[in-house]
C-alpha cells in the first residue's frame, strides 16, 4: 500500500464511526469510507476497493469475525487487509488468525497514532 490510503471502516457506533473517520482524515490524509453494519459494509469494500478494511469486533446482525471471514473468503477481497477494533480487552487471538485478520487495535486508541498503527499491521507487523 501507498499513502494516502483508502480504507473502509465498519463501525456501528455513529460517534465512533465520525471520530475515526475524521482521526484518519485529519492525521494521516485518508480517503475513509465508513458503513455501519457489516452487511454494508461489504458492499462497499466490494464497490470501493480499498487498501484496508478496519473493522469493529463486536456488532450486531454481523460481527467483525464473520466481516472478515466474508472477505478472507472471498477472491475478490482476499488480498485486503481487515483489522479488528474492539473495546474488549481480551480477544480470541486463535480465532483472529483463524479469520485472516492482520491484527487489532483497542478502544480507545490513540488518534495521533493510530493511522500508524493500521499501516503497521498491514504492512507485515500484524499476528503471528
Known amino acids: 500500500m501507498s499513502a494516502p490510503y483508502t480504507v473502509v471502516l465498519i463501525e456501528d457506533d455513529a460517534d465512533l464511526r465520525a471520530l475515526t473517520r ?32 478496519i473493522v469493529d469486533l463486536m456488532m450486531p446482525d454481523m460481527d467483525g469475525y464473520e466481516v472478515c471471514e466474508n472477505l478472507t473468503g472471498d477472491p475478490e477481497t482476499a488480498g485486503t487487509p481487515v483489522v479488528f477494533l474492539t473495546a474488549r480487552k481480551r480477544v480470541d487471538e486463535a480465532r483472529m488468525r483463524a479469520v485472516g485478520a492482520v491484527g487489532v487495535i483497542f478502544k480507545p486508541f490513540e488518534p495521533e497514532r493510530l493511522a500508524t498503527q493500521i499501516q503497521q499491521l498491514c504492512e507485515g507487523s500484524g499476528l503471528e
Open 22 to 53: 475524521a482521526t484518519l482524515q485529519f492525521t494521516a490524509g485518508w480517503d475513509v469510507m465508513t458503513a455501519a453494519s457489516g452487511p454494508e459494509g461489504l458492499e462497499v469494500v466490494r464497490r470501493v476497493r480499498p487498501d484496508a478494511v
